[in-house]
């Protein structure tokens, strides 16, 4: 047979974390026209509070009591987001001296505040001592540079060692560890640079490891949690001070494409229990961190975009709306997708039970931009609102939204 069918279609997990009432979608309770129109024009982005919330609560809920949760504020750095998470959450991961100054301007205790990425420029590096803000030492080359910054500001530079582990986490999208790596210090080079902090009064707090990102199984988070705790341990045998902090990374995903599911909590809180049971003994006095960007935000947040055009095209419905990968670049399948997929996707108002495949495409002069591909929606009109779901994470920040001109786009937190 020519045509056999496949025996069962992939497809997205439900989006049920927003509800609808009456063909409506609800944010916070608010019907998303409704919200529109707060907004004022389309396109935009908005963060529901009550997700961001449930989804703290969930975590605390699931992980040890004792593991510090730190949001890693590059996944959505909208100062009014940082700022609701600073309050919910036990710190704040930056990536460079501009989120310094967001987490500061959050009220983001400095203690709490740790600076991790590769390539930090010497003021950038004075400014986290200046802040009192933990250093992930990236490079060899960072360490004589905090301890100059240390001894002009009079101030002891906190720094912990990212280690670039000699392990690779299976299974997850991006991969950022094993192999030579652009970030953290190869695990055999952290004595030298432990020596190194000794000697120049740097001090010295613990170890960061970060793995990898957008990771859907539990298993292999699990297996990399457990193996850069024990990096960390053998590695603390050349620390002349306990370690007093042990980031071990994140990486936990969210499903975007179809036949992807939501992770599994319960054996990652069963791992981080045994770990730190573990630390009590061997690390008595390591405060036990882990880092999340998209986790704590991806799925608390929607791209909003209107249908401007409804358009057939040799029979294929074409839905052009106002906005497209200049504000979602990731939904369009240009953010380190090798095969594109559809993100989930909605046309709101649902007027019936209807469904025809559409494309839906933004305004760029470009077949890139492109936010789903005939998936079967229920009949888009001009006027209604594209949903793209998924998109509290690596939305607005991570988009080119100078391409062709059109307007930045809107965030609101709802
Ligand atoms: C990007 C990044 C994160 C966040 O990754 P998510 O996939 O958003 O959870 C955490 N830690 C470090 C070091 C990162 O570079």
Do not use: W
Request: overall charge neutral; proline content about 7%.
């Amino acid at each position: 047979m020519i045509n056999a069918a496949p025996a069962s279609r992939p497809v997205h997990a439900p989006m049920d974390q927003f509800a609808v009432d009456g063909g409506e979608l609800l944010v916070d309770g608010i019907k998303l026209s409704t919200l529109a129109a707060r907004v004022g024009s389309t396109p935009f982005y908005a963060y529901s509070r009550a997700l961001l919330r449930q989804r703290v609560a969930e975590l605390r809920a699931a992980l040890p009591r004792q593991i510090k949760l730190h949001y890693a504020m590059k996944a959505n750095p909208m100062p009014a987001v940082v700022q609701f998470m600073a309050g919910l959450v036990d710190g704040i991961d930056v990536a460079s001296a501009g989120e310094l100054k967001v987490a500061l301007d959050a009220g983001a205790d400095p203690a709490e505040i740790s600076f991790a990425g590769p390539g930090k420029r010497d003021p950038e590096l004075r400014q986290s001592v200046a802040s009192g803000v933990l250093v992930n030492v990236e490079s060899m080359r960072e360490l004589p540079v905090l301890a100059r910054a240390s001894q002009e500001l009079g101030l002891p530079a906190r720094v912990a060692i990212r280690v670039n582990p000699d392990f690779e986490l299976k299974g997850s999208g991006m991969k950022m560890g094993g192999g030579p790596k652009q970030f953290g210090l190869d695990a055999e080079l952290v004595p030298e640079a432990l020596l190194f902090a000794a000697r120049e009064g740097l001090a010295f707090e613990g170890f960061h490891l970060f793995a990898g990102s957008q990771n859907l199984r539990a298993d292999s988070i699990c297996e990399a949690q457990l193996k850069s705790y024990e990096l960390a341990l053998r590695l603390a045998e050349h620390a002349r001070t306990p370690v007093k902090f042990l980031n071990l990374g994140g990486g936990f995903g969210i499903p975007y494409f179809p036949g992807e599911t939501r992770l599994d909590l319960a054996p990652i809180g069963a791992n981080l229990q045994a770990i730190v049971a573990r630390a009590a003994s061997e690390l008595p006095e390591a405060g036990i961190v882990v880092e999340l960007g998209r986790y704590l935000v991806g799925e608390a947040g929607l791209y909003v975009t209107r249908v401007v055009d409804r358009k057939i095209s040799r029979g294929q419905v074409y839905l052009v709306c106002d906005g497209g990968l200049n504000h979602q670049l990731a939904a369009s399948g240009n953010f380190g997708q090798v095969v594109r997929k559809n993100y989930p996707v909605g046309v709101f108002p649902v007027r019936g039970d209807a469904r025809e495949p559409s494309m839906v495409v933004g305004p760029l002069c470009t077949p890139l931009d492109l936010l789903a591909d005939r998936l079967a929606l229920p009949e888009g009109q001009v006027g209604d609102l594209v949903v793209v779901f998924q998109s509290g994470a690596y939305g607005a920040s991570s988009s080119p939204q100078a391409f062709l001109g059109h307007p930045p786009v809107v965030e609101v937190l709802v």
